[in-house]
C-alpha cells in the first residue's frame, strides 16, 4: 500500500520561512505534488517534483529526494492569507493520486 | 477559462436517503474525479473517469454509491442509501493532458 507522512499543524508568524515536511511509502512513485487548501474551498495545485531537487515558485519552493522518500514545501516571508491546509500527495505506478493527512498552517501576526 | 463546476453546494439529508451529485469539468479536459473528503483528512479518490470509462473506481462503496459520466463531459455521483458515516465533502476534479488537478468548489453533504 502508500502511506505519506506530514506533521498536523504547524505555527509561523508573519514574514518568516515554514516549511513542511512529506514522508512516503509507495511502490513505483513517479512525483510528488502539494496542494493548499483553504477552510471551505477546493484543494489548488501549487508544485510538482519528478526529479530531485528544488523547485522554486514565487514565494513557494518545493524539494524532493527520490533517495530518502521524502520532500517539502517551503513558504517564505509568511502572509496571513497562506493560513491554510497543505496537502502532499504522491503518483505512483497506475495507482491513483494519493493526499496525505494534511498541515494546517497558521500564520500569526 | 472556466473552473470546474459542482452542485449543489451543500445538501442536508437523513440516513436512508437518496441524493445525486453534479460535476461538468473544465472544457476539454478528459479526466475526471470524484474524492471524497471528511473532515480533517485529505481527498480520497472514488472514482476516475477517462472520457466516459472508468479507470478507478478500487474505492468506491459499490452497494451504494454509483457514478456515471455520459458522453465524457458532465458526470453525476449517487449515493443510495445514504449513512451517517457518508456525511463529506465531494470533491470533483478535472485534468488534460498533464497530471495537475484541478478542483471544483466541492458538495458539503450532511447526512443526519
Known amino acids: 500500500g502508500q502511506s505519506l507522512e506530514q506533521p498536523s499543524e504547524v505555527t509561523a508568524v508573519e514574514g518568516a520561512i515554514v516549511q513542511i515536511n512529506c514522508t512516503y511509502q509507495?511502490?513505483?512513485?513517479?512525483?510528488l505534488s502539494w496542494y493548499q487548501q483553504h477552510d471551505g474551498g477546493a484543494p489548488t495545485f501549487l508544485s510538482y517534483?519528478?526529479?530531485?531537487g528544488l523547485e522554486e515558485t514565487g514565494r513557494f519552493s518545493s524539494f524532493l529526494s527520490r533517495s530518502d522518500s521524502y520532500g517539502y514545501l517551503l513558504l517564505q516571508e509568511l502572509q496571513m492569507k497562506d493560513s491554510a491546509s497543505y496537502f502532499c500527495?504522491?503518483?505512483?505506478?497506475?495507482?491513483?493520486?494519493?493526499f496525505g493527512k494534511g498541515t494546517r498552517l497558521s500564520v500569526i501576526a | 477559462e472556466a473552473g470546474v463546476a459542482q452542485s449543489p453546494r451543500y445538501k442536508i439529508i437523513e440516513k436512508r436517503q437518496s441524493v445525486a451529485f453534479w460535476c461538468n469539468p473544465i472544457?476539454?479536459?478528459?479526466?475526471l474525479y470524484w474524492y471524497q473528503q471528511i473532515l480533517g483528512q485529505g481527498p480520497k479518490l472514488l472514482i476516475q473517469?477517462?472520457?466516459?470509462?472508468?479507470?478507478?473506481d478500487s474505492q468506491l462503496p459499490k452497494d451504494r454509491f454509483s457514478a456515471e459520466r455520459l458522453k465524457g463531459v458532465d458526470s453525476t455521483l449517487k449515493i443510495q442509501p445514504a449513512k451517517l458515516e457518508d456525511s463529506a465533502v465531494y470533491l470533483c476534479?478535472?485534468?488534460?493532458?498533464?497530471?495537475?488537478?484541478?478542483f471544483g468548489p466541492g458538495t458539503r453533504l450532511t447526512v443526519l
Open positions: 472544457s476539454g479536459h478528459a479526466t
Open positions: 509507495t511502490s513505483g512513485f513517479y512525483g
Open positions: 476534479a478535472s485534468s488534460g493532458t498533464g497530471d495537475t488537478q484541478y
Open positions: 517534483n519528478a526529479l530531485d
Open positions: 473517469f477517462q472520457n466516459n470509462g472508468v479507470v478507478d
Open positions: 500527495a504522491v503518483y505512483s505506478g497506475n495507482t491513483p493520486l494519493v
